[in-house]
Protein backbone atom coordinates (compact mmCIF):
# COMPACT_ATOMS: atom_id res chain seq x y z
CA UNK A 1 0.00 0.00 0.00
CA UNK A 2 1.83 3.42 -0.91
CA UNK A 3 1.79 5.67 1.58
CA UNK A 4 0.25 9.60 1.02
CA UNK A 5 2.65 12.32 0.09
CA UNK A 6 3.15 15.74 1.95
CA UNK A 7 4.70 18.28 0.27
CA UNK A 8 5.26 21.97 2.02
CA UNK A 9 6.88 24.94 0.44
CA UNK A 10 9.04 27.35 3.32
CA UNK A 11 9.89 29.66 1.08
CA UNK A 12 11.99 30.22 -1.72
CA UNK A 13 12.67 27.25 -3.90
CA UNK A 14 12.76 25.02 -0.59
CA UNK A 15 10.21 22.43 -0.12
CA UNK A 16 9.83 19.51 2.23
CA UNK A 17 8.68 16.58 0.48
CA UNK A 18 7.33 13.81 2.95
CA UNK A 19 6.63 9.96 1.73
CA UNK A 20 8.19 7.45 3.94
CA UNK A 21 11.10 9.18 4.12
CA UNK A 22 11.53 13.01 3.82
CA UNK A 23 13.50 14.92 1.34
CA UNK A 24 14.65 19.05 1.32
CA UNK A 25 15.07 21.08 -2.04
CA UNK A 26 17.39 24.00 -1.79
CA UNK A 27 17.46 25.21 2.09
CA UNK A 28 18.28 28.93 2.29
CA UNK A 29 20.40 30.39 4.59
CA UNK A 30 18.91 31.87 8.35
CA UNK A 31 20.30 35.17 7.11
CA UNK A 32 17.03 34.93 4.86
CA UNK A 33 14.76 33.32 7.36
CA UNK A 34 14.84 31.39 10.05
CA UNK A 35 13.42 27.28 8.66
CA UNK A 36 11.69 25.10 11.12
CA UNK A 37 14.09 24.15 14.53
CA UNK A 38 13.23 20.78 14.42
CA UNK A 39 13.12 20.54 10.57
CA UNK A 40 15.05 17.07 9.69
CA UNK A 41 15.21 14.91 6.50
CA UNK A 42 16.93 11.89 5.26
CA UNK A 43 17.65 13.90 1.56
CA UNK A 44 18.63 17.24 0.54
CA UNK A 45 19.12 18.30 -2.83
CA UNK A 46 20.87 21.50 -3.71
CA UNK A 47 20.12 23.22 -6.71
CA UNK A 48 23.95 25.52 -7.13
CA UNK A 49 25.89 26.69 -4.25
CA UNK A 50 24.41 30.06 -3.16
CA UNK A 51 23.13 31.19 0.22
CA UNK A 52 19.54 31.31 -0.39
CA UNK A 53 20.04 27.37 -1.63
CA UNK A 54 22.52 25.47 0.01
CA UNK A 55 22.27 26.02 3.63
CA UNK A 56 22.26 22.07 4.62
CA UNK A 57 23.40 22.51 7.78
CA UNK A 58 20.45 23.79 8.87
CA UNK A 59 19.11 20.36 8.26
CA UNK A 60 19.18 17.93 11.08
CA UNK A 61 18.74 13.51 11.03
CA UNK A 62 22.17 13.18 9.13
CA UNK A 63 20.84 13.36 5.60
CA UNK A 64 22.80 12.54 2.57
CA UNK A 65 22.83 15.81 0.40
CA UNK A 66 23.01 15.75 -4.02
CA UNK A 67 23.95 18.37 -5.10
CA UNK A 68 25.63 16.88 -8.69
CA UNK A 69 24.20 15.27 -11.93
CA UNK A 70 23.21 11.92 -12.11
CA UNK A 71 21.60 9.15 -11.00
CA UNK A 72 20.54 8.41 -7.12
CA UNK A 73 18.45 6.17 -5.00
CA UNK A 74 18.09 7.10 -1.43
CA UNK A 75 15.22 5.26 0.72
CA UNK A 76 12.05 5.99 -0.53
CA UNK A 77 13.13 7.99 -3.43
CA UNK A 78 14.59 7.83 -6.68
CA UNK A 79 16.93 11.08 -7.80
CA UNK A 80 17.71 12.05 -11.29
CA UNK A 81 19.91 15.47 -11.43
CA UNK A 82 19.74 17.37 -14.80
CA UNK A 83 22.49 19.94 -16.07
CA UNK A 84 21.00 23.27 -16.61
CA UNK A 85 22.42 27.20 -16.01
CA UNK A 86 21.74 29.92 -13.60
CA UNK A 87 21.59 32.14 -16.61
CA UNK A 88 20.62 32.47 -20.36
CA UNK A 89 24.19 32.50 -21.56
CA UNK A 90 25.63 29.19 -20.57
CA UNK A 91 26.50 30.04 -16.91
CA UNK A 92 28.68 32.98 -17.84
CA UNK A 93 26.77 35.10 -15.60
CA UNK A 94 25.52 33.23 -12.51
CA UNK A 95 27.11 29.66 -12.91
CA UNK A 96 25.39 25.72 -13.59
CA UNK A 97 21.99 24.87 -12.11
CA UNK A 98 20.88 21.43 -11.00
CA UNK A 99 17.54 20.38 -12.16
CA UNK A 100 16.15 17.45 -10.07
CA UNK A 101 13.53 14.63 -11.19
CA UNK A 102 12.35 13.36 -7.51
CA UNK A 103 10.41 9.97 -7.34
CA UNK A 104 8.10 8.72 -4.91
CA UNK A 105 5.38 6.74 -3.67
CA UNK A 106 4.25 6.41 -7.81
CA UNK A 107 4.49 10.85 -8.12
CA UNK A 108 7.28 12.22 -10.02
CA UNK A 109 7.89 15.59 -8.80
CA UNK A 110 10.53 17.47 -10.73
CA UNK A 111 12.16 21.09 -8.97
CA UNK A 112 13.67 23.44 -11.59
CA UNK A 113 15.98 25.06 -8.85
CA UNK A 114 17.09 28.40 -10.30
CA UNK A 115 16.61 27.76 -13.80
CA UNK A 116 17.72 30.74 -16.07
CA UNK A 117 16.64 29.75 -19.37
CA UNK A 118 14.40 28.02 -21.52
CA UNK A 119 14.97 24.11 -21.92
CA UNK A 120 16.25 22.64 -24.85
CA UNK A 121 14.87 19.36 -26.53
CA UNK A 122 17.41 17.12 -24.77
CA UNK A 123 16.83 18.69 -21.04
CA UNK A 124 13.05 17.81 -21.88
CA UNK A 125 13.37 14.29 -22.81
CA UNK A 126 15.96 13.95 -19.49
CA UNK A 127 13.00 15.45 -17.71
CA UNK A 128 10.39 13.18 -19.03
CA UNK A 129 6.97 12.89 -17.86
CA UNK A 130 6.04 15.12 -14.65
CA UNK A 131 3.27 15.01 -12.14
CA UNK A 132 4.40 18.15 -10.03
CA UNK A 133 6.44 20.55 -11.17
CA UNK A 134 8.37 23.11 -8.87
CA UNK A 135 9.36 25.79 -11.14
CA UNK A 136 10.60 29.99 -10.01
CA UNK A 137 8.59 32.06 -12.05
CA UNK A 138 9.70 35.74 -10.30
CA UNK A 139 12.48 36.17 -12.32
CA UNK A 140 15.69 38.79 -12.02
CA UNK A 141 17.55 35.93 -11.92
CA UNK A 142 16.02 33.03 -12.67
CA UNK A 143 12.53 32.41 -15.41
CA UNK A 144 9.95 35.23 -14.66
CA UNK A 145 6.51 34.85 -15.36
CA UNK A 146 6.05 34.68 -19.34
CA UNK A 147 9.03 32.36 -19.52
CA UNK A 148 7.78 30.63 -16.86
CA UNK A 149 4.26 29.63 -18.71
CA UNK A 150 6.55 28.36 -21.48
CA UNK A 151 8.21 25.83 -19.55
CA UNK A 152 5.14 24.68 -17.78
CA UNK A 153 3.76 24.19 -21.82
CA UNK A 154 6.59 22.14 -22.32
CA UNK A 155 6.62 19.71 -19.61
CA UNK A 156 3.20 19.75 -19.27
CA UNK A 157 2.32 18.91 -15.07
CA UNK A 158 -0.62 17.68 -13.84
CA UNK A 159 0.47 20.25 -10.91
CA UNK A 160 2.39 23.34 -10.64
CA UNK A 161 3.90 24.80 -7.75
CA UNK A 162 5.49 28.32 -8.37
CA UNK A 163 8.21 28.76 -6.25
CA UNK A 164 11.28 32.03 -5.61
CA UNK A 165 9.18 34.89 -6.20
CA UNK A 166 7.52 38.32 -4.25
CA UNK A 167 5.94 36.55 -1.53
CA UNK A 168 5.11 38.42 1.79
CA UNK A 169 8.48 39.65 3.26
CA UNK A 170 10.41 38.19 0.36
CA UNK A 171 13.21 36.41 1.66
CA UNK A 172 15.82 38.15 -0.87
CA UNK A 173 16.02 41.70 -1.56
CA UNK A 174 15.60 41.57 -5.36
CA UNK A 175 12.66 42.82 -7.50
CA UNK A 176 11.43 40.07 -8.13
CA UNK A 177 7.43 39.97 -9.65
CA UNK A 178 4.69 38.62 -7.50
CA UNK A 179 3.44 35.21 -8.01
CA UNK A 180 -0.31 36.85 -9.69
CA UNK A 181 1.98 37.66 -12.65
CA UNK A 182 2.41 33.94 -13.14
CA UNK A 183 -1.10 32.66 -12.83
CA UNK A 184 -2.70 35.28 -14.91
CA UNK A 185 -0.49 34.55 -17.35
CA UNK A 186 -0.58 31.11 -17.24
CA UNK A 187 -4.43 31.11 -17.12
CA UNK A 188 -4.75 27.22 -14.69
CA UNK A 189 -7.12 26.89 -11.62
CA UNK A 190 -5.65 27.89 -8.91
CA UNK A 191 -6.01 26.88 -5.11
CA UNK A 192 -3.82 28.19 -1.96
CA UNK A 193 -3.02 25.75 0.82
CA UNK A 194 -1.03 25.30 3.60
CA UNK A 195 0.36 21.54 2.62
CA UNK A 196 -0.37 19.78 -0.14
CA UNK A 197 -1.07 15.76 1.05
CA UNK A 198 -1.88 13.66 -2.24
CA UNK A 199 -1.13 10.00 -3.40
CA UNK A 200 -1.07 8.04 -6.78
CA UNK A 201 -4.91 7.37 -6.90
CA UNK A 202 -5.39 11.35 -6.30
CA UNK A 203 -2.93 12.55 -8.98
CA UNK A 204 -4.75 11.58 -11.40
CA UNK A 205 -7.83 13.59 -10.68
CA UNK A 206 -5.53 16.84 -11.14
CA UNK A 207 -5.16 18.85 -14.55
CA UNK A 208 -3.60 21.83 -14.86
CA UNK A 209 -3.65 22.97 -11.43
CA UNK A 210 -1.67 25.67 -9.71
CA UNK A 211 -1.04 25.40 -6.37
CA UNK A 212 0.16 28.48 -4.22
CA UNK A 213 1.26 27.19 -0.67
CA UNK A 214 -0.10 30.23 2.23
CA UNK A 215 2.97 31.83 3.90
Keep these: ?23 VTDPYNPMLGKLPK ?26 QIIKEVGSFKIGGFEIKGIPTFHDNIEGKKRGNNVVY ?64 YKAGRSLIPLPLATVDKFTNALGWAIEEVDELEIDQTTINSFDSQVIVFQR
Design 1 to 23: MRQKMKIKWLGQATFVIESKDIL
Design 38 to 63: DLTASVITVSHPHMDHNYVKGIGGNP
Design 101 to 164: VIRSEGITLCHLGDLGHALNEEQLKEIGPVDILMIPVGGTVTIGPAEAVEVVSRIKPKIVLPMH
